[in-house]
């Protein structure tokens, strides 16, 4: 029988930023390309045998980013950077990329800027689309200026009143290649903000922590059952995680006991699987109950 193992760390974050006028911080995670990480065997082969090519046989790619095809397109991190120490990568002739950053809160009625950097030769796109509960809208677009040096191209947005997340699409053809870097959707915030934080640094709790375990010392914080386990020092995103069997349907508890719930949250965690996903699965729920003891 097939195992499905994946590997969690827990991670609690809220994240509380005002909309009030102060520095431009990007809201969007890795839009340097500077994170990487490397796919499960299936969904590389699924891409191949759509028509892109890759730097090698088991490359890195940029965490966070989802990404289709159409025709031939050969995608690659390369060391030509805007900032950081590395960009995408994009040569496709006769072929179309779409990248995509999904799940982007936003403020409906707000203002926000997107766009990026680009250079090299080809024809592109960068678009905010809101999800409406009747599918994706394209809300803004702007045409992304490729040119022999590297060169912004800059949109502004306001968020319909029904719109309360955005997905980013950079979408590129005709590239001989083309570099993209440094891609944007940027609010003004009045603290500093990095959202590739989350990604880079591992959590550190603060006053809005309701709960924090990380495995890597409080053993009497959770329960492992049927069959999930501790990882060595690096089985996890940052340090120990824990190893569950999908075969034995194993799982973590963490009992959670308080006077009231808060009116809202976040639950946020890593997850690695390393095998390939077959279905969707719930990987973590909040059950609440009450104590009689
Ligand atoms: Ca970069």
Partial sequence: MKMRRIIIEWMGMLVAAGMVSAAEANLLANGGFETTGRLAAKRLEAMIKNG???????PLLPMRWWWSSNGPVDMRLAPDAHSGKQALKIACPKGVLDMQMAVIEVVPGATYSFGGWAKGKGVGKVAVL?????????LAKVDLAINPEWTESR??????GNIRTVTISLAVWKAEPALADDLFFSADL???FDAD???????????????????????????LQ?????????GGRFGKGV???????SSVAIPLSLKEMPP?????????????????YSYMDLLAGISLS
């Fill in 155 to 160: 949109g502004q947005v306001t968020i319909p």
């Fill in 190 to 192: 009045a603290a500093p």
């Fill in 52 to 58: 892109m090519t890759l730097d090698g046989e088991d």
């Fill in 226 to 234: 049927a069959g999930a386990r501790i990882t060595d020092d690096k």
């Fill in 130 to 138: 809101g999800n409406a509960y009747e599918g994706a809208r394209e």
């Fill in 243 to 249: 190893r569950m069997e999908k075969a034995n349907a």
């Fill in 264 to 280: 809202e949250g976040t639950l946020e965690f890593w997850l690695a699987p390393d095998d390939d996903p077959e279905h969707i």
């Fill in 197 to 223: 934080a989350a990604m880079t640094a591992k959590y550190a709790k603060d006053a809005h922590t309701l709960l924090y375990v990380d495995f890597d010392g409080q053993n009497n914080a959770y329960r």
